[in-house]
């Protein structure tokens, strides 16, 4: 799962970053309007944390020309400001979610994972393909009751084909979703990790879709 | 402003009325004087031409006879001459003689000096018989035939007369400029109360504006008060917008530290010393509910009046909001609210008492929270209008939902929220007048009733 985000005092920015990349997403940042309209527009996020008061151009204006482009990702907006008006302000800009300022970090986490669940069109958080069960709370994976050890690429990976389960997901989209813009990208190492993944559980729910892609599927 | 006693000079009316009153004094006193003497300088002049008129006629009749001796030829036809101290008295006096009078004299003198010639008629007063004033007209006259003699002739009258009409007329001028000056002085008082009407509404609509039952000075005002009540109005848009400074900048302030208490928060999350992370995360936590109190306080606008905020449209933007952010319960809303129901205040304050409670709701609720608005009937004073939540989850025990106002009160840690949001519902709406209650919703959770000032139209 890739993240941005928009945060433009620098302390609070390594913060979230820090804290996201220890919970196992790959995150881009921007401290400002312009690049943060910039990266959502041309990256593909599976959501958003975004700050009203940026230079340049403001949260709220970034936030109607993504919607206005088409882009659905999930936004958390992450704000001093707390007044109704400005929630809903937020919220009409096309925020999905409204967090004030100081938060926990913890419920950040919590409501980016319920954020991301929710746009993939999954409302239990535990996901489930088979006997595989992986708990988003958690970021715990399981098969049969037995826990499945993974390391950190091996589960986003993984993570991200349970979101979208079903779903046919090509190579280029495993990559853009599981590194950060600045990972020197080689797609040959995604068949590496489906690999490792698929050794280390019992059954094969990770299909092959010749010149496609991969699509995770559970037996019928 | 110190209350200080009246004093009636420093009074418009007083100063108007003392202006009016002096200037009504010193014309009517002048007029009256002027026309008091005219009248007294008339009368005398009527008597003694009167009395000029008598001696010639005395003079003319009288002739010294054959026998010297001076006799009239023929009786003055004047009763008054012969009845005693009628007040009309003749007298002839001749040096070393006794002297000739009429029988109104009685037996007594009019004294004059013969030792000093009076050919010039003169005049002059003495007092008579009978203790009477009289104005006495004399002159010496010497007949051809008897051209070495020389007789003064006198012709006195009683004043009295005369000095009654000049005291009746003097009365009734005194009278009549009396009423004159009262009336001018009622006439004064009318105007002063309506000329200076216009002054008392300004009065009573700055008054309106301090209550907040006004936003602004009425300005249906004569042309000359108008300026006055625009420069008012100014003076009130000139302190509106240093307020709204005030705030906006205790709202930049607050949410500047705000940033930067995150951080701190989030570091000391990290701090392995456990004292650290206690003192910086309490002690963060506190400067932030500082922070959060003063910035909500400072945010009421509150108590004033305004062009009116329709409800419906904020309800409907609120739940749109509450739809999203609390999207994973999938609740339902209905609504019941009055057609063009608005409300008489700020927009923000609205919303931010609205969105408190349904947030609440939202919160609490499995998955109905019904929102009605209505008009109360003949509510005393102010028109006022009622808001109702309800939501369909647990409630709140009786004895625990006044709680919930207290400041910083969080009945379940596990959800949340800063607890201020209760306690600034029910602030905004006492400072509207207001009222803000819980109590048990029929569906089974919690109603929340708002009280609010309804605008009319």
């Not at chain 1, 979208?164 to 997901?169: A, F, L, R, S, T």
């Not at chain 2, 009517?28 to 010639?56: C, N, P, Q, W």
């Not at chain 2, 006629?57 to 009239?72: K, S």
């Not at chain 2, 931010?352 to 947030?359: M, P, V, W």
Request: hydrophobic share 40%.
């Amino acid at each position: 799962m890739r993240i941005l985000i928009v945060e433009d005092d620098d302390t609070l920015r390594e913060q979230l970053v820090d804290s996201l990349l220890t919970s196992g997403y790959a995150v881009d940042s921007a401290g400002d309007g312009e690049e943060a309209h910039f990266l959502g527009d041309t990256e593909p996020y599976d959501a958003v944390v975004l700050d009203l008061g940026l230079p340049i151009m403001d949260g709220a204006s970034i936030l109607r020309k993504w919607r206005s482009a088409g882009h659905a990702f999930p936004v958390l907006i992450l704000t001093a400001r707390d007044t109704w008006s400005e929630k809903v302000d937020g919220l009409d800009a096309g925020a999905d979610d409204y967090l004030t300022k100081p938060f926990n970090m913890e419920e950040l986490l919590a409501r980016l994972r319920a954020l991301i669940r929710r746009s993939t069109g999954n409302a239990n958080p535990l996901l489930e393909c088979g006997e595989l069960v992986l708990d988003t709370r958690n970021s715990r994976v399981s098969e049969a009751g037995m826990p499945v050890k993974l390391t950190a690429q091996e589960f986003k990976l993984l993570d991200f084909l349970m979101h979208h389960k079903g779903e046919v997901i090509s190579r280029t989209t495993l990559t853009e979703h599981i590194y950060d813009q600045d990972f020197d990208r080689d797609s040959n190492t995604i068949e590496v990790f489906i690999n490792r993944i698929r050794k280390k559980l019992k059954t094969n729910i990770i299909h092959t879709v010749r010149g496609l892609g991969y699509r995770l599927e559970g037996e019928a | 402003m110190t209350a200080r006693p009246y004093r009636l000079f420093r009074t418009l009316t007083g100063r108007l009325l003392a202006a009016a009153g002096l200037w009504t004094i010193l014309v009517l006193g002048i007029g009256g004087f002027v026309l008091s003497y005219s009248f007294s300088a008339y009368v005398k002049e009527d008597t003694e031409s009167r009395l000029m008129s008598l001696l010639d006629n005395v003079i003319g009749l009288a002739e010294v006879g054959t026998d010297d001796v001076l006799h009239f030829t023929r009786p003055l036809s004047d009763q008054n001459f012969d009845t005693p101290y009628s007040g009309w008295y003749w007298q002839i006096n001749e040096k070393g003689q006794d002297p000739m009078r009429s029988r109104s004299l009685w037996d007594k003198d009019i004294s004059s000096d013969m030792d000093k010639a009076r050919f010039e008629l003169m005049f002059r007063s003495a007092v008579g018989p009978d203790e009477q004033i009289l104005t006495i007209a004399e002159r010496d006259i010497v007949f051809p035939e008897a051209s070495d003699r020389v007789f003064r002739f006198i012709i006195a009258a009683d004043t009295a007369t005369m000095r009654d009409a000049i005291y009746r007329f003097d009365r009734l001028l005194f009278w009549s400029l009396a009423i004159i000056a009262l009336a001018i002085f009622s006439s004064v008082i009318a105007q002063i109360t309506y000329a200076l009407k216009p002054i008392r509404s300004v009065r009573a609509s700055l008054a309106d504006v301090r209550k907040g039952l006004q936003s602004r000075v009425s300005d249906d005002l004569p042309d000359d008060l108008l300026p006055l009540s625009q420069e008012i109005n100014a003076l009130i848009d000139h302190n509106e917008k240093i307020i709204d400074r005030a705030r906006t900048h205790v709202g930049n302030l607050a949410h500047a530290l705000k940033t930067p208490l995150s951080v701190i928060l989030n570091h000391a999350q990290d701090s392995k010393d456990k004292k650290t992370r206690e003192i910086l995360t309490t002690q963060s936590e506190q400067m932030l509910t500082h922070i959060n109190h003063h910035l909500k306080r400072a945010r009421i606008a509150g108590g004033g009046t305004s062009q009116g905020v329709e409800i419906e449209p904020i309800i409907k933007g609120l739940v749109g909001a509450m739809k999203r952010l609390h999207s994973d319960k999938g609740l339902s809303f209905t609504y019941e609210i009055d057609k063009a129901l608005m409300f008489d205040g700020e927009s923000e304050d609205l919303t931010e008492i609205i969105g408190n409670l349904i947030d609440n709701a939202s919160k609490w609720a499995n998955k109905l929270i019904e929102i009605s608005a209505h008009k109360i009937m003949d509510s005393p004073r102010r028109a006022m209008f009622t808001l109702i939540i309800d939501d369909d989850g647990n409630g709140v025990d009786e004895d625990l939902r006044e709680q919930l106002f207290e400041r910083g009160r969080r009945l379940d840690e596990q959800v949340p929220g800063t607890g201020l949001g209760l306690n600034i519902v029910r602030e905004i709406a006492e400072l509207y007048g207001g009222q803000a209650l819980l109590k048990a919703s029929p569906t089974g959770g919690l109603r929340a009733i708002i009280i609010l000032p309804l605008k009319e139209h």
